[in-house]
């Protein structure tokens, strides 16, 4: 199933060869056996040379000598070929016994053909093959040219693989290889998006390919590939007719901390499956693969991504799929960019497992793009050993038996980004099934005081330190990072570097040794209290990357200390743009877009992955603005995931911030996605307000600003108490959406207060009415059109105003009346030169 040949493009070969130079360069396995069983003499395949069975006699121990060869010259049109025309007959159980130099992960490649030598007719034969304690075949027969591909993590200084053939039948190898696979390439990463999953340790496992494939490319042979891999075309597995191959090699890039040349050639990266559903009326599509696999297995499936297609970052937004589950949404590969595009990554999903023998793969574009354009690049899918510590399905468990296997059962369970590899992970969630290292959700100190910081902002992940370590994915919680590396980064703690303190301890400015500007926020010594927080944190900003949440670079956890390292946020926080500080005031605009910015960041908690995750203190203060003036959504410590179907979060303490706190959940314990919102809702008034939430200087019934606005709110008199700086600057429309958008989350009930998602909507309708006429000349206005796709007027309902297209920054709101939001590039607009 590894082979299959199609004739290679011009481009594609010209480049091989560069691949190839850096191959040869590049792949020095410590351990490597290559042997061509049965034969005599040496065979060379590609760069490589199996040598001759006698050479390799040491290794077996076996009751009878049988060599058999064939005299068959054209088996297959595969260079393999060469291996085929000689076996080893084994006739008792049999074993190599490999001296392992390097502990790790090895690859083992088996090659069978089978052919009639003498009174052998191999065709016949069936037996079981194992590893160490892993069963890797077992009652196997087989009819055709085949390899069959595993990998071990050998530990021992030793691996021996055993043959037994079953009953009185007889055992048969054509070749073997035996090759130390660098460290790295398969790691601990994997995640869960339920809690309930079970997502074993990676690590141990034996794991055998069962499919590698090279999106909408050729067929990647052993030569040009860096490992020696063999990568197979799509062709056969593509469900969806009219998605296209698309080649763009020069693009590729392998930037330090994504995805190296290990993890797939250029090759393989610089082809991908294109689904460009502009061509499709629907305008939202899938693209499918269908594989076959045995059931009762969990696999780990890997997904190649380079976007190669678009022509600037953040163009391209996905949506994976396993089955009918999603993997990731709104996936940005720019995420993995290092602000470079075409940069290689991956993304590592373990299945649960599978109940049937297809596994379907499906990218689809999400309503963040741009361009509904949906790629793939390249594809594995690796058998994950069972609990009987088998890889064959003659060895099946009973799926249904274990533990939380009914809510297993076709949930598609986690992801990680680029393994060796930098990223926390876009989409998944694996952190929170690890239950063995799992804390309990709870928390009991207050409020952190926000990272408040300046600075770049550049991630840059994987770096190297000045002493010789390196960030590893070594912990499930993301990248931990040598103390003294954060002490040489915060200048070892200097006082002077301080930009935030609070309850959990002091916030640094920092510079890695690569030049990253961080913020390094260290804890006070540990207590229980902060090490819940510490560990939240973690857990929730190595599972949600978005534009719209602050990055985690790594933490510390050595020495008692609990440090995290986040991205640096130059801006500091939306409170000391609005008061309290010398900073210039924004303008009307600027503070829209930062509300946008936020609530895309929380709307992305509430509804991004299965399960709600609920920040639980949203202030001015725990927004982040970046040098553009981005907003991020800050500090996860309080986060909870949302309600159980089944259950509702009574908490035994009400936590959050004074004058943010949702009074509902204040009165009955009970926490939900609206309290996010009635807090969100107590920002927007901060922010059109320009004043703290809580002012005890102030008279009695100016104190509470949430009050005090929404009394104005209700005279309908907003404009009376708005930020002086802003007072004739805000069109009214933009002022009057804003003002029922605050109110609204000011609901006293949460049933009653509107989703993230329609806020998002409110807010993006209220700027552009403040864009559409500053913006001048409404000739114009009622002009524009973006995107190919014909806009659709979604009627508002206000009676004096005139329809005009406008940009609508489509988002993932398309839970809003049934309208799919994504498609909707209309809005009402009043127009005043009518
Ligand atoms: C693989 O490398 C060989 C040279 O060893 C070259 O002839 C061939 O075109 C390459 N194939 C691909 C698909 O890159
Ligand atoms: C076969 O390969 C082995 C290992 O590379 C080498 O030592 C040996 O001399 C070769 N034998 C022949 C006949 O080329
Ligand atoms: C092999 O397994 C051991 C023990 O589980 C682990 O410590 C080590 O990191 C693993 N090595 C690789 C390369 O996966
Ligand atoms: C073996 O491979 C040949 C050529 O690829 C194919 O025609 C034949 O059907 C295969 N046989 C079996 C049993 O799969
Ligand atoms: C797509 O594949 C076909 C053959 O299957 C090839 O002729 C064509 O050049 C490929 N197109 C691209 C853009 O790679
Ligand atoms: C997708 O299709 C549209 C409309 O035909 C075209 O303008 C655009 O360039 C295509 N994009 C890609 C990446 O093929
Ligand atoms: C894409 O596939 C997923 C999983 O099967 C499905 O839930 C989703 O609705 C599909 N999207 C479209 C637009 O067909
Ligand atoms: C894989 O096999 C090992 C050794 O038998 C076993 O300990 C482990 O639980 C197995 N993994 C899974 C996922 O069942
Ligand atoms: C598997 O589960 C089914 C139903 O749960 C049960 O009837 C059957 O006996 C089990 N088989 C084994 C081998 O445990």
Redesign the pocket.
């Known amino acids: 199933m590894m082979m299959g040949h199609r004739k290679p493009e011009l481009l594609i070969w010209v480049l091989s060869i560069l691949c190839l130079a850096c191959f040869s360069a590049g792949f020095n396995p410590v351990d490597n056996y290559l042997i061509d069983c049965g034969s005599s003499t040496n065979t060379s395949v590609g760069n490589r040379v199996f040598i001759a069975d006698n050479l390799a006699s040491n290794l077996l121990s076996t009751p009878q000598d049988v060599l058999a060869s064939t005299t068959l010259k054209s088996i297959t049109s595969s260079k393999d070929s060469l291996l085929y025309q000689t076996a080893r007959v084994f006739t008792g159980s049999s074993k190599y016994t490999f001296s392992i130099r390097q502990s790790g992960r090895h690859w083992i490649r088996l090659y069978f053909y089978p052919f009639v030598y003498n009174s052998y007719d191999m065709s016949a034969a069936k037996f079981g093959v194992s590893a160490q304690?892993?069963v890797l075949l077992s009652d196997f027969s087989v009819k055709n040219a085949s390899v069959k591909e595993f990998s071990l993590n050998v530990t021992s200084n030793s691996l021996v693989i055993t043959f037994t053939p079953s009953g009185n039948s007889m055992a048969f190898l054509n070749a073997i290889e035996v090759v130390s696979v660098p460290d790295g390439l398969i790691t601990d990463d994997a995640n869960s998006v339920t809690p309930s999953a079970?997502i074993?340790?990676l690590l141990?496992?034996?794991l055998e390919t069962v499919w590698r494939v090279n999106m909408g490319g050729p067929t990647v042979t052993v030569d040009n590939d860096t490992l020696w891999r063999t990568w197979i075309p799509d062709k056969n597995f593509l469900l969806t007719e009219f998605a296209a191959n698309y080649s763009n090699l020069p693009a590729v890039k392998y930037v330090k901390g994504a995805a190296t040349e290990d993890a797939a050639p250029k090759t393989v990266y610089g082809t991908a499956r294109v689904l460009n559903s502009s061509f499709d009326p629907s305008g939202n599509s899938n693209v499918t693969w269908e594989f076959n696999v045995d059931p009762g297995f969990?696999y780990l499936v890997r997904f190649h991504f380079c976007d190669i297609v678009s022509n600037a970052l953040n163009q391209l937004y996905l949506n994976v799929y396993i089955d009918s589950w999603i993997v990731a949404r709104d996936l940005d590969p720019s995420t993995y960019s290092f602000n470079t595009l075409g940069t290689a990554f991956y993304m590592d999903v373990v299945t649960v497992s599978t109940v049937s023998n297809k596994l379907r793969v499906s990218v689809g574009p999400s309503t963040l793009a741009v361009y509904p354009i949906a790629i793939l690049n390249g594809l594995e899918i690796m058998k994950?050993?069972?609990?009987?510590?088998?890889l064959s399905s003659a060895d099946t468990?009973n799926i249904s038996s274990g533990s939380s296997s009914k809510k297993n059962v076709g949930v598609i369970v986690g992801g990680s980004i680029g393994a060796f590899v930098a990223v926390m992970l876009a989409g998944t969630l694996c952190l929170l099934c690890r239950k063995r290292r799992r804390l309990a959700l709870q928390r009991h100190s207050k409020t952190w005081i926000p990272l408040s910081t300046n600075g770049g902002n550049s991630l840059s992940m994987g770096s190297k330190y000045s002493n010789g370590t390196t960030i590893s994915a070594i912990s499930n919680f993301g990248y931990r990072i040598p103390f003294a590396a954060v002490q040489e980064a915060s200048n070892n703690f200097d006082e002077s570097w301080v930009i935030g303190i609070g309850g959990f301890g002091k916030v640094y400015k920092g510079v890695l040794s690569d030049g990253t500007k961080v913020a390094v926020k260290r804890g006070n010594p540990r207590s229980q209290q902060g090490l819940a927080e510490f560990q939240t944190e973690i857990e929730m900003l190595s599972q949600f990357r978005h534009r719209h949440l602050v990055s985690l670079i790594g933490y510390c956890d050595e020495k008692n200390e609990m440090i995290l390292v986040y991205e640096y946020m130059e801006n500091g926080t939306l409170k000391s743009h609005l008061y309290g500080s010398s900073l210039p005031s924004m303008s009307w605009k600027q503070r829209l877009e930062i509300c946008i910015g936020s609530a895309r960041g929380l709307h992305y908690l509430h509804t991004g992955y299965a399960k709600a995750v609920i920040h639980r203190d949203v202030k001015s203060a725990n927004i982040l603005l970046d040098e553009n003036l981005m907003a991020k959504v800050a500090d996860f410590g309080l986060s909870k995931t949302g309600p159980e179907i089944d259950q509702t979060h009574v908490s035994t303490a009400v936590k959050g911030s004074f004058g943010y706190l949702d009074p509902e959940y204040f009165r009955r314990q009970q926490l939900t996605e609206k309290s996010d919102v009635y807090s969100f809702g107590v920002v927007l008034f901060e922010v059109l307000c320009a004043r703290p939430v809580i002012d005890p200087t102030l008279p009695r019934e100016m104190v509470n600003l949430a009050e005090w606005a929404m009394k104005w709110q209700k005279r309908g008199q907003l404009d009376q108490i708005i930020d002086s700086t802003l007072v004739g600057k805000i069109r009214p429309d933009s002022l009057r959406k804003f003002g029922e958008t605050a109110e609204k989350c000011l609901a006293d009930y949460g049933v009653d207060r509107p989703s993230m998602g329609d806020v998002l909507w409110n807010l993006e309708y209220a700027l552009q009415i403040e864009e559409a006429v500053i913006d001048g000349d409404p000739e114009e206005n009622s002009t524009i059109m973006i995107g190919e796709l014909s806009p659709q007027v979604n009627n508002l309902g206000d009676s004096n105003t005139s329809v005009t297209t406008l940009p609508f920054e489509a988002s993932s709101v398309n839970d809003l009346s049934g309208v799919s939001m994504s498609r909707v590039f209309s809005q009402l607009v009043k127009s005043e030169g009518r």
């Open positions: 304690n892993y079970n074993p340790d141990p496992l034996a969990q994950m050993n069972n609990s009987l510590g088998s468990v």
